[in-house]
């Protein structure tokens, strides 16, 4: 009987894994995934800093702003901490909205489906005994399997 | 005491979980460490894991704008009073500043440039690293932590991002730099001010020296705990991954396509 379950990347993958084999249970196969690639796209740049990340120019331009904004403040009305998160936020917002904007003249011919929430980035392929399905049914649940199904 | 002993003889490793840090090579644009270093010398390095580089060049860059007066000069030329500017700094050792400065941007370009290649030689070696650490007074292991937590722990006070990332000693340098950054620049009392809806007295209360140490320092430890984060998440799956490349799939497994039952 096999079990196949999807699952994030994350220390309770291992946990499943180790308490399966605890319980005997020793047929395990792993199949790490590729993730889906080819394009930028600005919401998973998030989770890159390799420079083609879209928070890289607000923080730089956050801080080149609220420099000056509060080198002005000094002379200006508000003073100088409240025109320093003027600054802070225009140079933010500017930032991402530069990269918003090359995102989508870079991407406008490319209309792909965003994947959102959870990815399966793991198969794991769980050989057992009938008697044991149910058991390593349970524990792959109790460890946040995104995905499961049997088969015989 | 690692996880790890080094018999497998690599050439490069990409990262190294220790008892008081994650150090870890990725890729980098090289422009923007540069950036970080025109912000605040020092920060480039910082943010290439380059430590005591960047502790060096960061100390010197306080150390030499308190005794030539950088902050309030750029404050004066902002606002066009120039003849202020030019009293306020201090020549005996304004042309220290400019070498260093300099330095430090071209040096951060240069050296991220240098990992980016030493990564990708790394990264193809695949080798195995210390993944795992424990001692007398720290327990280290890599994990996956939300980018925007961290982000979000930095912006209340500089240095518990980097302390949630375990970097203990950027964090401890963070922390310090901070406390002296806000009692200096008297910071939180302007803010205090401000809450009461005394503007005038906000503005006389701040010291223009000091304050403009604050928005690239504050802004820095905040980008540092984000990216960090993020690459730190990445490091756990690709370890992840080549465990259970390394480990759960044996040869010869045979996997029979039966039919899905309920």
């Given at each position: 009987?096999q079990?196949f379950?999807?699952?994030?990347?994350?220390?309770?993958?291992?946990m499943?894994?180790?308490?399966?084999?605890?319980?005997?249970?020793?047929g395990?196969?792993?199949?790490?995934?590729?993730?889906?690639?080819?394009?930028?796209r600005?919401?998973?740049?998030?989770h890159?800093?390799?420079?083609t990340?879209?928070?890289d120019?607000?923080?730089?331009?956050?801080?080149?702003?609220?420099?000056?904004?509060a080198?002005?403040g000094?002379v200006?009305a508000w003073?100088?901490v409240?025109?320093?998160?003027?600054?802070?936020g225009?140079?933010?917002?500017?930032?991402?909205?530069i990269?918003?904007a090359?995102?989508?003249?870079?991407n406008?011919?490319?209309?792909?489906?965003?994947?959102?929430g959870?990815?399966?980035?793991?198969?794991?392929?769980?050989?057992?005994?009938?008697?044991?399905?149910v058991?390593?049914e349970?524990?792959?649940?109790?460890?946040?399997a995104?995905?499961?199904?049997?088969?015989? | 005491?690692?996880n790890?002993?080094?018999r497998?003889?690599?050439?490069r490793y990409k990262?190294?979980?220790?008892?008081?840090?994650?150090?870890?090579?990725h890729l980098?644009s090289p422009?923007?460490i540069?950036?970080?270093?025109?912000?605040?010398?020092?920060?480039?390095?910082?943010?290439?894991?380059?430590?005591?580089?960047?502790?060096?060049?960061?100390?010197w860059?306080?150390?030499?704008?308190q005794?030539?007066?950088?902050?309030l000069?750029?404050?004066?030329?902002?606002n066009?009073?120039?003849q202020?500017?030019r009293?306020?700094?201090d020549?005996?050792?304004?042309?220290?500043y400019i070498?260093?400065?300099?330095?430090a941007?071209w040096?951060?370009?240069r050296?991220?440039?240098?990992?980016?290649?030493?990564?990708?030689l790394?990264?193809?070696e695949n080798?195995r690293?210390s993944?795992?650490?424990?001692g007398?007074?720290?327990i280290?292991?890599?994990?996956?932590?939300p980018?925007?937590?961290?982000?979000?722990?930095s912006?209340?006070?500089?240095?518990?991002g980097?302390?949630?990332?375990h970097?203990i000693?950027?964090?401890?340098?963070t922390?310090?730099?901070?406390?002296?950054?806000?009692?200096q620049?008297?910071?939180l009392?302007?803010?205090?001010?401000l809450i009461?809806?005394?503007?005038?007295?906000?503005?006389?209360v701040?010291?223009?020296q000091?304050?403009?140490y604050?928005?690239?320092?504050?802004?820095f430890?905040?980008?540092?705990?984000?990216?960090t984060?993020v690459?730190?998440?990445?490091?756990?799956?690709?370890?992840?991954?080549?465990?259970?490349?390394?480990?759960?799939?044996?040869?010869?497994?045979?996997?029979p396509?039966g039919?899905?039952?309920?």
């Open positions: 009987m079990i379950a999807t699952f994030e990347h994350s220390t309770f993958l291992e499943a894994i180790s308490e399966l084999e605890s319980k005997g249970i020793r395990i196969y792993a199949l790490p995934l590729d993730s889906r690639q080819g394009q930028a600005l919401i998973d740049s998030l890159r800093a390799d420079g990340s879209f928070v120019k607000g923080f730089i331009l956050a801080f080149m702003f609220s420099t000056i904004g080198s002005k000094f200006w003073g100088p409240i025109w320093g998160l003027i600054g802070a225009t140079g933010f917002l500017l930032g991402v909205l990269n918003a090359a995102f989508y003249l870079k406008r011919k490319l209309k792909r489906r965003k994947i959102k959870l990815k399966s980035e793991v198969i794991l392929i769980v050989t057992c005994e009938e008697g044991q399905s058991l390593a349970d524990i792959l649940w109790d460890h946040f995104l995905g499961m199904a049997k088969t015989k | 005491m690692n790890f002993r080094n497998y003889r690599s050439r990262a190294h979980v220790s008892l008081v840090g994650t150090t870890q090579l980098r422009f923007t540069a950036l970080w270093s025109v912000a605040f010398p020092g920060f480039g390095h910082l943010l290439l894991n380059k430590y005591l580089r960047g502790y060096a060049l960061v100390v860059e306080m150390f030499i704008n005794k030539i007066h950088l902050n000069a750029m404050v004066y030329s902002f066009g009073q120039f202020a500017a009293e306020v700094l020549p005996r050792f304004m042309s220290l070498p260093v400065y300099l330095f941007i040096d951060s370009y050296t991220a440039v240098d990992i980016n290649k030493v990564y990708l790394a990264h193809r080798s690293f993944t795992y650490s424990i007398a007074f720290e280290n292991y890599l994990d996956k932590r980018p925007w937590l961290a982000a979000v722990w912006m209340g006070i500089p240095s518990t980097q302390l949630y990332l970097r000693i950027l964090a401890f340098f922390l310090a730099y901070t406390i002296i950054l806000i009692a620049s008297r910071l009392l302007a803010i205090h001010h009461l809806g005394e503007i005038k007295a906000a503005s006389a701040v010291d223009p000091w304050l403009m604050v928005p690239s320092f504050y802004f430890t905040i980008y540092d705990a984000y990216t984060s690459e730190n998440n990445k490091l756990f799956v690709d370890e992840q991954r080549n465990f259970l490349l390394r480990n759960y799939q044996p040869a010869g497994t045979v996997i396509a039919s899905k039952v309920e």
